[in-house]
Each structure stands twice: as structure tokens, then as C-alpha cells.
């Protein structure tokens, strides 16, 4: 893949997802998860030109999906492009900056009474889905499918994770998650992924603090191994992560439509 962002995607999903490499475009299934949007997508190595036909193809590329997710395997694509492209359709498109740790991470303690452990029993995997379930329904995200989404998603990260493809640490006060992210890695690419903290305790420095806890982990691992994560470009995760040593290297742009039913 030429974009980093898409690259690591791969690694993080790696026996998860089944893929078909053509040469105009990659297929993407991930067939225990058909709720999972961004595991069941089509990347193209061309830039769009014709809505209509992108999407015809997406059916016929993924005749049972309900949902519509594509991307471009072309770092810096220009958004206003694809949004001209797509502007008569009920697609949102979005851009995604990858961003790179070249230096040092500039180093947070974890917050008073705050412990960082790997994510290890079915209780800890129950409060990191009910987190995500908040914020996605926060987003409007469809609720039909949410929860079994989220559970077969825990359900192949500790797969992975018994793999040693990775691990998932959480940020628990007492017996109480309020935040968590996940790392994952070969030799040369560390990929941080999907970063939340429970809404009634953000600001507080817990995403930083698992930032270095989960780093340390994977450089112990792989110590040449560029360290990337990816965010929305006007994010303030994006904006935290830059603050944290993270410069932005290249964007991606992704449109989707969530299920017609909703």
C-alpha cells in the first residue's frame, strides 16, 4: 500500500480480513464482521472521476454489504476533489492525517490514582465496548448491529493479542476503565489504534500517559519501528498527538454511507 495509513490497517486486521489485490483497486472483506464499515471496503489506486460508476462497483465488488465504504491508496489526494466528485451524493467523505513520532515522545506521567495495565478479562473488554458505544452513538452512528459489531470487535483484538500481533492497554481508575487504546507492530511500523477515553474524564491526561505506556511496550519489540497514528485532520486528538512529538506526514481520504435502515 502507498499510504501508511492503509499499510498499517492491514497489519492491525492481518487474519481478520480476507483481501484481493486487482490492479485498479484492492477488496477488502472482513467476513465475521460484515458491520465493520472500514473491514469491508474497496481502496482504489486511481483517483474518482465518476461517482455513479465508483459506486456501482462497490456493489459489485461487495454485492451483500449494506453499508458503502471507499478509499484511496493516494497519500495527499486533494479533498476538494473528491468532495466535487461526490457532492450529489449522500456519501461523507472524509480526510485522515497519519502522523509520525521521528523523535521523541515528549513523556506524560499517568494522572494520580491512575493505573495502566493491558486490557485482561471479559469485564475489562465490556467497559473498553461500552465506551466506544457512547461515542459512536454520540457520532449518530446506526444502532442496529452496534453491539455485536463491538463484541466480535473485542473478540478478534484478544485474538490477536493471544497472537502477539499487539496488545491493548487501559487506563483504569480502581476497577473502572476510562480509557483505552491498542498498539500493534511488525519490523518497521508501529500503529497505534483506536484511542477513546470515557467522556466524563478527558483532559485529564490520560490519553498522553497511554500514549507512553503503549509505546514503551511496542519499542521493546521493535525498536527501529516507525511509530504512526492516525486522526481526524482537524481533530483535538490530532492537536494532542502533535503536542505529544507527532508531526503529520501524509493524509487519506476515505467516503462512506452507513446502512440505508440505520
Avoid at 28 to 49: I, K, S, Y
Avoid at 68 to 92: S, Y
Avoid at 178 to 206: K, P
Wanted: net charge neutral.
Amino acid at each position: 500500500m502507498r499510504a501508511l495509513e492503509f499499510d498499517t490497517d492491514l497489519m492491525v486486521q492481518a487474519g481478520q480480513c480476507d483481501v484481493v489485490d486487482l490492479p485498479d483497486r484492492i477488496i477488502q472483506t472482513t467476513p465475521a464482521e460484515p458491520n465493520f464499515w472500514f473491514g469491508n471496503r474497496v481502496l482504489f489506486r486511481d483517483p474518482p472521476r465518476d461517482a455513479a460508476q465508483v459506486i456501482d462497483g462497490f456493489h459489485g465488488d461487495l454485492p451483500h454489504a449494506r453499508h458503502i465504504c471507499l478509499g484511496w491508496d493516494i497519500p495527499n489526494l486533494p479533498l476538494d476533489h473528491v468532495r466535487t466528485v461526490f457532492a450529489q451524493t449522500d456519501l461523507v467523505v472524509e480526510q485522515s492525517e497519519t502522523l509520525a513520532l521521528r523523535g521523541q515522545l515528549n513523556r506524560a506521567s499517568a494522572p494520580k490514582g491512575l493505573t495502566i495495565r493491558p486490557l485482561v478479562s471479559a469485564a475489562d473488554w465490556a467497559q473498553s465496548e461500552a465506551i466506544s458505544k457512547r461515542d459512536l452513538l454520540a457520532d449518530k452512528m446506526p444502532v442496529r448491529g452496534m453491539d455485536s459489531f463491538l463484541s466480535k470487535r473485542s473478540k478478534g483484538r484478544w485474538a490477536q493479542i493471544e497472537k502477539r500481533m499487539g496488545q491493548w492497554f487501559g487506563a483504569f481508575r480502581g476497577a473502572d476503565l476510562v480509557g483505552d487504546m491498542g498498539i500493534f507492530h511488525n519490523d518497521r511500523l508501529i500503529r497505534y489504534q483506536s484511542v477513546q477515553t470515557h467522556f466524563d474524564h478527558r483532559r485529564q491526561g490520560i490519553c498522553s500517559a497511554l500514549l507512553c505506556a503503549s509505546l514503551d511496550w511496542a519499542r521493546a519489540r521493535a525498536p527501529d519501528a516507525l511509530a504512526v497514528i492516525v486522526a481526524n485532520a482537524e481533530s483535538d486528538a490530532g492537536r494532542l498527538y502533535r503536542r505529544a512529538g507527532f508531526a503529520a506526514l501524509e493524509t487519506t481520504i476515505s467516503a462512506f454511507r452507513p446502512p440505508d435502515d440505520g
